[in-house]
C-alpha cells in the first residue's frame, strides 16, 4: 500500500504521460498543476496543519478550478465537456457566465452572489436582505387590497409579549419562535360581543374554561396576568379600542351587528423545542377582535331581509377522532377540524361530523344536538366532546320551560346513536349549535333527509329557529 503522499505524487505522473490527444495543452497544464498542489497539501497534513487551512486549500482550488473551466468553455465546450460530461459542465460554466445583453427593456433583476434557486426561467427567486426596521416596514406597506386597513374585519390586538394594543392590523404579529406558532402548545376560546348592548356573551364562562384548557395543557397564564380578573380587564380594554377603531373606520351599527372577542394563550417564546424550560419570558397571551358578518345581510344599507332558516348538509368525516382527553381541551391544534371541514366541501356538504363505533360526537367547530321522537332534546356525553358553552346555555333555556311551545320541555345528555337517529330516521331535528354558528339546523346527513315529512323549513326546524332566536337575545343582554 502507498502513503497518500506517494498515491498523489503517482498521480502527478500519470498526468505528466497522458498525451495531448486526450486533453488540451490548457487541461494538461492544469491538471498537473493541481496534482502538484495535492503532494504539497498532504505533506503539510502530515506535518500537523489544521483543518482550517484543509477547508481554505479546498475553497482556493474549486474557485480557481470554475475559473479556468468558464473561460475554457468560453473558447471550447467540448474541451471543457471531456472533464466533467457535457450536461453538468455547460449548466455550470451558464450559471456562472456573464448573462447575454437583452434588447427589450424589461429585464430581470440581476442574480445574488451565490442564489442558485429560480422559480422559472424569465424571473428568479431572489430575496433581498434588509435591516429590521425595513422588514417591519415592509409589513406595514401590506395595507393594500383585502388588507386594507379601512376595510380588514381586524379591530385591535392586544399582545402580553409587548404589553400593548394596537388596531393597525399590518402589526396583529407574534414571534416565530413562539410555542404555540410552531409546536401549536397553546389554547384558545371566544366571546361574542353584541354590537349595539356592547355586552359579552358568558365572557367568565369563557374565560373558566380557558383556564381549564390551560391546566391541562401545562400552560400557567403570564405573570403579569396571574388572575383571571386580571385577563377580563385585558379583554375588555381590548374590546374597548375595537369599539373606537371601529367608529373610527366609519363601519354601520344595526341590530344585527356583532364582533369576536379571541383570546390565545401560548407557550411562550424562546425556542423550537417541545420543552417549556426554554421558555424563560414565560408564557404569551393574545386578544384579537374581529367584526363578524351576517349571511343573511344584504347591501341596502345594512338592512336585512326575512329569508327562510339556513340549514346545512353534513356529512360523516372519515377523518379520525380525536380522543380524550385531546377531544375536551380547548387547542388551537385544529389541523383534524380543518380537514373535516375541507373534506365535507369537497364532497358537496356544509360540515363534516365525527361518528365513533355508532356514536354522534361533534363538528370541527361545534357541538351536535337532536330532537328525538319523544320530543326530548338530547346531545353526547361531555366525557367524548368539548363542553361547550352554548350548548350548556340551550340546556339553560329548556330547563326554563321556554320552548314549551315548540314541544320541547325535557332535555339529556346520552350516547346518540347515528344509526337509530339518522338512519332509522327516529330524530325530528338535528342541529349544530356553537357560539360562531349560535345554532343552526342540518337537513341532510350522508344524503338522508331529516323531518323532511313535517312541512315548510318553518316547522320542520321549529326547535332550532327558536334556540337561535334565545341565543340572539341573549348575546343582546335580553332576559329571557
Known amino acids: 500500500m502507498y502513503s497518500p503522499a506517494v498515491r498523489c505524487s503517482k498521480s502527478a505522473t500519470c498526468v505528466s504521460n497522458m498525451g495531448a490527444s486526450s486533453l488540451s495543452k490548457r487541461e494538461l497544464l492544469f491538471l498537473r498543476a493541481r496534482a502538484c498542489a495535492r503532494v504539497l497539501f498532504v505533506q503539510k497534513v502530515a506535518l500537523g496543519e489544521s483543518s482550517n487551512e484543509k477547508r481554505a486549500f479546498e475553497r482556493m482550488k474549486i474557485s480557481a478550478f470554475q475559473t479556468r473551466m468558464v473561460s475554457s468553455s468560453a473558447t471550447s465546450p467540448a474541451a471543457t465537456s471531456r472533464v466533467f460530461g457535457p450536461r453538468e459542465t455547460i449548466s455550470r460554466a ?3 457566465a456573464p448573462p447575454p445583453p437583452s434588447s427589450s427593456s424589461s429585464s430581470p433583476p440581476p442574480r445574488r452572489p451565490g442564489c442558485r434557486c429560480s422559480l422559472n426561467k424569465e424571473y428568479e427567486f431572489a430575496p433581498k436582505f434588509v435591516t429590521g426596521d425595513r422588514f417591519l416596514q415592509l409589513h406595514l406597506d401590506k395595507q393594500n387590497g383585502e388588507d386594507d386597513r379601512s376595510s380588514s374585519l381586524l379591530l385591535s390586538m392586544y399582545s402580553s ?23 401549536g402548545h397553546a389554547v384558545f376560546d371566544t366571546v361574542s360581543i353584541d354590537v349595539k348592548t356592547k355586552v359579552f356573551q358568558d365572557l367568565g364562562v369563557h374565560l373558566e374554561r380557558l383556564a381549564t384548557s390551560a391546566s391541562m395543557a401545562f400552560i400557567p397564564f403570564p405573570k403579569r396576568l396571574h388572575s383571571l ?22 363601519f354601520v351599527t344595526s341590530s344585527e351587528s356583532s364582533m369576536q372577542a379571541r383570546f390565545y394563550l401560548c407557550a411562550g417564546v424562546g425556542g423550537f423545542s417541545l420543552s417549556l424550560k426554554e421558555c424563560t419570558e414565560g408564557s404569551t397571551f393574545y386578544c384579537v377582535v374581529i367584526e363578524r358578518t351576517k349571511e343573511n345581510q344584504t347591501s341596502d344599507a345594512g338592512k336585512t331581509k ?31 377540524n380543518a380537514m373535516i371541514q375541507n373534506d365535507a366541501e369537497m364532497h358537496d356538504a356544509d360540515v363534516g361530523i365525527w361518528v365513533s363505533n355508532d356514536k354522534v360526537l361533534e363538528g370541527p367547530s361545534a ?75 342540518i337537513e341532510k346527513w350522508d344524503n338522508v333527509d331529516i323531518n323532511r315529512d313535517e312541512g315548510d323549513d318553518e316547522d320542520r326546524f321549529k326547535v332550532a329557529v327558536r334556540l337561535k ?12
Open 469 to 480: 332566536e334565545l341565543l340572539e337575545k341573549d348575546a343582546r343582554g335580553v332576559v329571557v
Open 367 to 441: 357541538n351536535v344536538a337532536f330532537v328525538d321522537e319523544r320530543g326530548v332534546f338530547i346531545a353526547p356525553k361531555v366525557d367524548d366532546v368539548l363542553d361547550g358553552v352554548t350548548m350548556r346555555r340551550c340546556f339553560e333555556f329548556i330547563e326554563k320551560g321556554l320552548l314549551k311551545d315548540v314541544g320541547v320541555i325535557e332535555c339529556e345528555r346520552r350516547d346518540c346513536s347515528f344509526r337509530e337517529l339518522i338512519l332509522d330516521k327516529r330524530a325530528k331535528e338535528c342541529m349544530m349549535i356553537g357560539s360562531v354558528v349560535q345554532c343552526v339546523p
Open 94 to 96: 451558464s450559471r456562472r
Open 229 to 250: 380578573e386580571l385577563v377580563e380587564k385585558v379583554v375588555k380594554e381590548t374590546v374597548r379600542c375595537a369599539f373606537e377603531e371601529r367608529e373610527r373606520r366609519g
Open 161 to 183: 409579549h409587548v404589553n400593548a394594543i394596537t388596531t393597525n392590523p399590518s402589526c396583529f404579529v407574534l414571534k416565530v419562535d413562539d410555542h404555540g406558532f410552531h409546536r
Open 306 to 336: 326575512s329569508v327562510k332558516p339556513k340549514a346545512f348538509s353534513a356529512r360523516t368525516t372519515p377523518i379520525a377522532v380525536k380522543n380524550k382527553p385531546f377531544s375536551t381541551i380547548k387547542s388551537t391544534n385544529y389541523l383534524q
